[in-house]
């Protein structure tokens, strides 16, 4: 097995003297996500703290009334054995007021869980969001990054449900402190050290649990990558565009093995935490059961010797177990509330990534009708040693037509990418129409260019959707989706399928239709034909699935529609190629031949070599 799935160091926690600052310091985002589920809904936000209230001063009401009720019983069997007489009242009103406080404090408990439920769906779908409208400002680079990848991985992951996660241990917290507080009016009335009993006895865990959630969410943020993968995996072996090849080359047992052993060491990792944490939950939790027995034994022993009576033995030993209970609950509810923020971090450390500013502001160029330049254009990808393009230069005026010529990777694609201003140059500039493409509006830039990229996408959508993602402006408008796939050569297929444009295209949605390569190339061909006002045609590869007929097709409609437009074509068919006004040959990311056909041709390098070998197996 690859070394790459190895087990690897779990990152060691920061030193002593620092973990009491780091705890308290991940407390940080606790009011940015009281803000976010603020900002979500008040209505429910408001209703949340109002049964926290009604849920935290009920109990020790009750257990007060408890007393009440037993004193009476007390009372009252005394009167009965003194008089002979039965007096009903001063009792039942106890246990009326009783019922009706427990019925208070089930209605909170039902407000608490109903508020929650519904704060969970809106606050998730809030989180998501914002997770996906971050996505939308973040550049190809990043995405590109696979530390980057990680942070959405985690932030996708987990963050999405630990905002409510928090405001809702938030709540018990204050619903326990509430308790607390009125059940140590009542206790402190027996003794105070009844107080420091209570809280002796749930200190361990709460150390216990702050201390394993720490190491829970450093093997969290370690093991990203694996889970990344088991993901990616996952999708190959279960996928409708993967499962041909994986099939044809018995790929199966190879994959699965890798997914297991992936697996096997998140196991082992999470099995020895699991062990770790529960063992010491346990043993640590004995103290606190100690405590409360030995609380137990005094207020027995202070009954029998007559210091208390029988209904405020009834009381305190339910108010010293109901608030050695809250008391356990505060502390867990810190230690999740510590956890939470821990993973919140990774929501935050995401939403926070840095954007570039977008500077540029023109919607027209200094020279209209300049055309697009290239200037001494160099790009090398982030965290690469090798640049992609050296020193490029380059014209295309309206009306004209540039090819690209060259082996896989020589840095073609590259260039459109920067073109379309998913990259920026290393050096150099880029100019359209006399213009540094960094001071236009990148909104005003990207809709002057229609391009269809080799690895175009398959849209699981209707067939007109797929057809109006070209140009959202027109997304809906069936008169351009039937226009464009005129052009694209996708009317006759389309009109073929079962409802048209309104066909569910992919398997992945009930009543799909899968096309083939060439005519899912088709639909991206007449995507990009979408933007009728593009003055900047790029295509990659655009025919590479195509029937020739359907390839010499394209090319005829192609000719007619971009005389004032400007072109540029990437293709390895020299059939097409020779029909643009200039063609350059890229190797290693530079220009090593440029011209038309004929000079190039006359030129006898590398242009000519390949055109004779291609036209060659045409013999």
């Known amino acids: 097995m690859s070394s790459s799935y190895s087990r690897t160091a779990i990152p060691t926690p920061p030193p002593a003297g620092n973990r009491l600052g780091a705890f308290f310091g991940v407390f940080r985002y606790s009011r940015r996500a009281l803000a976010l589920v603020w900002q979500t809904s008040r209505p429910l936000t408001v209703g949340l703290a109002v049964c926290t209230l009604v849920a935290g001063i009920l109990p020790a009401v009750a257990a007060w009334i408890g007393q009440l009720i037993v004193d009476s019983v007390v009372d009252?069997?005394?009167?009965?054995?003194?008089?002979?007489e039965v007096e009903w009242w001063p009792v039942l009103r106890y246990v009326m007021a009783e019922g009706g406080v427990i019925a208070a404090i089930a209605m909170a408990q039902r407000g608490l869980s109903g508020q929650q439920s519904l704060l969970r769906a809106l606050l998730g779908q809030k989180v998501n969001v914002m997770i996906l409208e971050k996505a939308g400002t973040l550049s190809l680079a990043q995405f590109e990054d696979s530390e980057f990848y990680d942070k959405l991985t985690r932030a996708r992951r987990e963050a999405s449900i630990r905002p409510l996660g928090l405001v809702n241990k938030t709540f018990s917290l204050m619903q326990n402190a509430i308790s607390l507080l009125s059940f140590g009016v009542l206790l402190v009335q027996f003794s105070p050290w009844a107080i420091l009993i209570l809280m002796v006895g749930a200190l361990p865990v709460f150390a216990s649990e702050a201390k394993f959630s720490?190491?829970?969410?450093?093997?969290?943020?370690?093991?990203?990558p694996q889970t990344?993968?088991?993901?990616?995996?996952?999708?190959?072996?279960?996928?409708e565009?993967?499962?041909?090849e994986v099939k044809l080359f018995g790929l199966e047992p190879l994959l699965l093995s890798r997914y297991r052993t992936i697996f096997d060491t998140l196991y082992g990792e999470d099995r020895r935490l699991t062990i770790r944490r529960e063992t010491w939950g346990f043993f640590l939790g004995l103290l606190g059961t100690l405590a409360f027995y030995g609380a137990y034994a005094w207020v027995v022993v202070e009954t029998v010797t007559g210091q208390l009576t029988l209904g405020e033995m009834t009381m305190y030993l339910m108010v010293f177990k109901q608030g050695q209970a809250a008391f356990s609950a505060s502390l867990t509810s810190i230690s999740g509330m510590y956890e939470d923020n821990l993973y919140l971090s990774n929501l935050y450390e995401y939403l926070e990534q840095p954007v570039a500013a977008e500077q540029g502001t023109l919607t027209q160029g200094a020279r209209p009708g300049d055309g697009i330049r290239f200037e001494g254009v160099s790009f090398t990808y982030p965290g690469a040693d090798k640049p992609a393009l050296i020193r490029i230069s380059l014209h295309v005026t309206p009306g004209g037509s540039l090819a690209l010529v060259g082996a896989n990777g020589s840095g073609k694609t590259t260039l459109i990418k920067l073109l379309t201003r998913l990259y920026e140059p290393s050096e150099g500039r880029i100019l359209l129409d006399g213009s540094d493409l960094r001071d236009w509006d990148v909104q005003t830039l990207r809709r002057r260019i229609g391009v269809i990229f080799q690895d175009f996408v398959r849209y699981q959508m209707k067939v007109g959707e797929n057809l109006g993602a070209g140009d959202v402006a027109s997304f809906e408008d069936e008169a351009r989706w039937q226009q464009a796939a005129r052009r694209g050569l996708a009317e006759e297929f389309i009109d073929a399928m079962p409802k048209g444009y309104h066909t569910q295209l992919g398997r992945w949605f009930k009543g799909?239709?899968?096309?083939?390569?060439g005519q899912w190339q088709k639909i991206a061909l007449s995507r990009a034909y979408m933007r009728e006002s593009a003055d900047i045609l790029v295509l990659d590869e655009p025919t590479a699935a195509m029937d020739a007929a359907a390839e010499a097709a394209v090319y005829d409609d192609f000719r007619q529609h971009s005389r004032d437009k400007m072109t540029i074509l990437i293709s390895h068919r020299f059939s097409t190629v020779r029909a643009a006004d200039h063609i350059l040959v890229i190797d290693g990311g530079e220009?090593?031949?440029?011209?038309?056909?004929?000079t190039l041709?006359?030129?006898?390098?590398?242009?000519?070599?390949?055109?004779?070998?291609?036209?060659?197996?045409y013999r």
Not at 241 to 244: A, C, G, R
Not at 603 to 608: C, D, L, V, W
């Open 76 to 84: 009252a069997m005394a009167h009965h054995r003194d008089t002979g």
């Open 228 to 239: 990344r993968m088991q993901m990616y995996l996952e999708t190959v072996m279960a996928r």
């Open 601 to 617: 041709l006359a030129a006898n390098g590398r242009y000519a070599r390949l055109f004779r070998l291609q036209a060659k197996g």
């Open 241 to 244: 565009d993967s499962i041909k």
């Open 512 to 517: 799909g239709q899968e096309l083939s390569g």
């Open 591 to 598: 220009i090593i031949e440029q011209g038309n056909h004929e």
């Open 214 to 224: 720490g190491d829970a969410f450093r093997l969290f943020r370690w093991r990203s």
